[in-house]
């Protein structure tokens, strides 16, 4: 199995992120997350060494930084999230 890279500023998060998963049409912003086995190869900074690991979450993730920047100001945008709009926990950081 070909293992891929995992960057480093994910936070320790419990899937893998790939540019698959997030795509736009029409102008909408699409992130989606499936059940996917991802095999990789991590970099443990202890010590300083990759090694082999897997994430059983796919998902895209979007970055702004140094792309948006903006001093002041209100950003307003509108979010379809999954599950019930009662349940906590739906944002994973």
């Known amino acids: 199995m070909?293992?891929?890279?995992?960057r480093a500023d994910t936070n320790d998060a419990?899937?893998?992120?790939?540019?698959?998963?997030?795509?736009?049409?029409?102008?909408?912003?699409n992130i989606t997350s499936e059940l996917k086995d991802?095999?990789?190869?991590?970099f443990n900074?202890?010590?300083?060494?990759?090694?082999a690991d897997a994430k059983h979450v796919q998902s895209g993730m979007?970055?702004?930084?140094?792309?948006?920047?903006?001093v002041?100001?209100?950003?307003e945008f509108s979010a379809k999230l999954p599950g019930k709009a009662?349940?906590?926990?739906?944002?994973p950081a």
């Open 62 to 70: 979007v970055q702004g930084w140094n792309k948006f920047c903006m």
């Open 14 to 29: 419990l899937h893998y992120y790939s540019n698959k998963n997030v795509q736009t049409t029409n102008g909408v912003l």
């Open 38 to 42: 991802n095999a990789y190869k991590a």
């Open 72 to 75: 002041g100001g209100i950003v």
């Open 86 to 91: 009662t349940t906590g926990g739906l944002w």
């Open 2 to 6: 070909a293992f891929k890279y995992y």
């Open 45 to 51: 900074e202890k010590t300083k060494k990759y090694y």
